[in-house]
């Protein structure tokens, strides 16, 4: 049985007299996709921020497996199992492909992040960082610096790094976002294939209808800040609450 593993409790955060995230209550289940939607500015990345510890909250709880988050920083919550891929803030250019996956895995090891204390001894972490090399289709690169890789390589080891760290939810914020038709479809299969182990919790910030359909289990749809829609994504998008929320500003490809 599915059960929720990540609840948001009336959370809202205000810039100056704007409300950005107007109390949301929302449950995220394991071995759920859910998209979030909505126009611009509606509050979607805002709401990322909040679960994944970016910005305080002004009001409200995140709770997690059953904890009060809330007042965690983004590492500890990291370390809980809040996983959330940052557009390519997180990688390390100088370093290779490789030693960025290694990174992560040592990190979960909690074995500290100095690379040169490792040892060979330590080939474990190393095969682990190739297996999920190998899952993303990046393995040939492996030797290779990130700053040489292509944008859609970049975000496919973005994805690796993920998938390393093992969280118990899963964010993606526009995964696909300036990558070109044929690198999309990497990412998007990699996260159909974590969608599919039925054991991880994913929630996905997307426009591109096209990609929600295929992937989302379920749809929440924001509207300035707030909670408009919420359900199987069939009947959300012909809900009149979309309809009216996109005011004939249509989502991309519908
Ligand atoms: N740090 C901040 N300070 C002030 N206002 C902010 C801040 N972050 C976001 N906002 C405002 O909060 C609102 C929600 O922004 P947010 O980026 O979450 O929307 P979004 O739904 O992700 O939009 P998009 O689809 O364009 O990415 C916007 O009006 C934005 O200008």
Redesign the pocket.
């Known amino acids: 049985m599915s059960r929720v593993i990540l609840q948001t409790h009336d959370l809202t955060v205000r ?2 007299g ?1 409300v ?2 107007d109390h949301v209550s929302c449950g995220f289940k394991t071995g759920e996709l859910t998209a979030i939607v ?12 909040l679960i994944s510890g970016q ?1 305080p909250s002004s009001e409200g709880r995140v709770d997690l497996n059953g904890r009060d988050i809330t007042r965690m920083s983004v590492s500890q919550r990291c370390d809980m199992g809040i996983g959330r891929a940052f557009q390519l803030t997180n990688l390390f250019p100088n370093l290779s492909v490789l030693e960025n996956v290694r990174l992560v895995i040592q990190a979960k090891a909690k074995m500290g992040f100095n690379l040169f204390s490792m040892a060979d001894s330590h080939a474990e972490i190393t095969d682990r960082a190739v297996a999920v090399l190998d899952k993303v289709k990046l393995y040939d690169l492996c030797e290779e610096p990130v700053s040489v890789l292509s944008h859609g390589n970049q975000r496919k080891l973005e994805v690796a790094m993920l998938i390393a760290l093992e969280p118990l939810v899963y964010m993606f ?2 995964p696909t976002a300036g990558m070109s038709v044929d690198e999309a479809p990497v990412v998007l299969d990699l996260i159909a294939e974590l969608k599919a182990e039925k054991d991880r919790t994913i929630l996905l ?1 997307e ?1 591109k209808m096209d990609v929600i359909r295929t992937l989302a289990d379920r749809i929440i749809v ?1 509207h300035n ?1 707030a909670l408009a829609a919420d359900g199987d994504p069939a009947e959300v998008m012909a809900s009149d609450v979309v309809q009216e929320a996109y005011m004939g500003k249509e989502l991309d490809n519908v």
């Open positions: 810039f100056g704007h950005a995230v909505g126009p611009n500015g509606a509050g979607k990345t805002t709401y990322f921020n910005i914020d526009e910030v426009h924001l800040g």
